[in-house]
């Protein structure tokens, strides 16, 4: 009851911190770090005209504009079917957005997880899709433990704080992969072979889910994550990345 009571008081102070924070200190825009942020976005209106946003019509493949006559854009149409629904993706790789998003991934720039993760939650309710929860693509606890946080994470964390639609974190992964910057869409898919499994298939079977990445290549990391929910049950898989590669 003591443990519960402190618990609580700690929530209590956490959460005067945040409003106080929110309220009285002002932050500069995590882009170029000099203007103010316009309200509710999290960018100033100088970073938010320069990302290279995706326009529609996008693929359902990849979430990128559709540069053809086909359903899917002429990159998926070299890839294995999908085995996901549809996919949103924020920003074309390119200029700024390929620029910030690097910050992010590798720069430890996580104050850009904020004004990505608005803007991504915004493209996901203009979507329509309802999932049942979201769920990042995990890293495995090595590079987790040399990065120090989940980049994937992170944006599902705001999404989910934007939306209201819960996170639930019932992926792991199993086997750690060796980078893949070089490799080619066949090794991609031989090296992630069974790459993730499903914490608790009772909470995926039947399931809409969300899945979340930052950014998507091939589409092979999320192909064998969604795989994995797949196999513990789950009803649709839907992906939400904030650039295609
Ligand atoms: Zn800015
Ligand atoms: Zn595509």
Request: some cysteine; hydrophobic content about 40%; glycine content about 6%.
């Amino acid at each position: 009851m003591e443990i519960l009571s402190k618990n609580m008081s700690y929530n209590c102070i956490a959460d005067f911190a945040k409003r106080f924070v929110s309220e009285f200190v002002s932050f500069p825009c995590p882009g170029c770090l000099k203007n103010m942020p316009e309200s509710g976005s999290g960018f100033c209106g100088d970073c938010f005209s320069r990302l290279p946003l995706v326009k529609a019509p996008a693929c359902p493949g990849c979430g990128a504009e559709n540069d053809g006559i086909f359903e899917v854009c002429g990159k998926c149409l070299k890839e294995e079917k999908r085995n996901w629904e549809k996919a949103l993706a924020l920003m074309r790789m390119e200029d700024y957005g390929r620029e910030l998003l690097h910050r992010f991934k590798y720069k430890s720039d996580a104050a850009l997880a904020r004004p990505f993760g608005i803007l991504a939650a915004e493209l996901l309710k203009k979507s329509g899709l309802r999932p049942d929860f979201i769920i990042p693509v995990p890293l495995h606890w090595t590079r987790y433990w040399m990065r120090g946080y989940n980049q994937a994470e992170f944006i599902s964390q705001i999404v989910s704080e934007e939306t209201s639609f819960p996170l639930k974190k019932v992926l792991k992964r199993v086997k750690r992969t060796p980078k893949q910057a070089n490799m080619s869409g066949k090794e991609r898919r031989k090296n992630l072979k069974g790459a993730f499994s499903a914490i608790d298939d009772d909470i995926c079977r039947n399931r809409v889910i969300l899945l979340v990445d930052d950014v998507l290549t091939t589409g092979s990391t999320l192909s064998s994550a969604s795989s994995a929910l797949l196999d513990a049950g789950a009803k649709e898989i839907n992906i939400l990345i904030l650039a295609r590669g």
